[in-house]
Nanobody
Framework: QVQLVESGGGLVQPGGSLRLSCAASLSIVRLYRMSWYRQAPEKQRELVAAFGSGGSTNYADSVKGRFTISRDNAKNTVYLEMNSLKPEDTAVYYC?????????WGQGTQVTVSS
């Protein structure tokens, strides 16, 4: 069983920044397709950022140039650095990863961008 725990959400003004963290219960080098998703009220969950093969990264068009996904293997943690936040970035953000062909989700962390 894999546990993913997100943290770092909160209320921020437009143009502000937040860094989300996703701590895993096992070494993240054993997980693959680590990614961040988000779900806004009454909308479907969407992919925000992900690690691809060979350490590449992929981003949704709406966040390119503003968000950065990174990882610290020693801390078993994946991060999402979010800059120039907009009201439309308001959502619950979820961490996701695969282990032994099973998909695991964290409980989510709320990000609210509002003045």
């Amino acid at each position: 069983q894999v546990q993913l725990v997100e943290s770092g959400g909160g209320l921020v003004q437009p143009g502000g920044s937040l860094r989300l963290s996703c701590a895993a219960s096992l070494s993240i080098v054993r997980l693959y397709r680590m990614s961040w998703y988000r779900q806004a009220p009454e909308k479907q969950r969407e992919l925000v950022a992900a690690f691809g093969s060979g350490g590449s990264t992929n981003y949704a068009d709406s966040v390119k140039g503003r968000f950065t996904i990174s990882r610290d293997n020693a801390k078993n943690t994946v991060y999402l650095e979010m800059n120039s936040l907009k009201p439309e970035d308001t959502a619950v953000y979820y961490c996701n990863g695969y282990y032994a062909y099973d998909s695991y989700w964290g409980q989510g962390t709320q990000v609210t961008v509002s003045s």
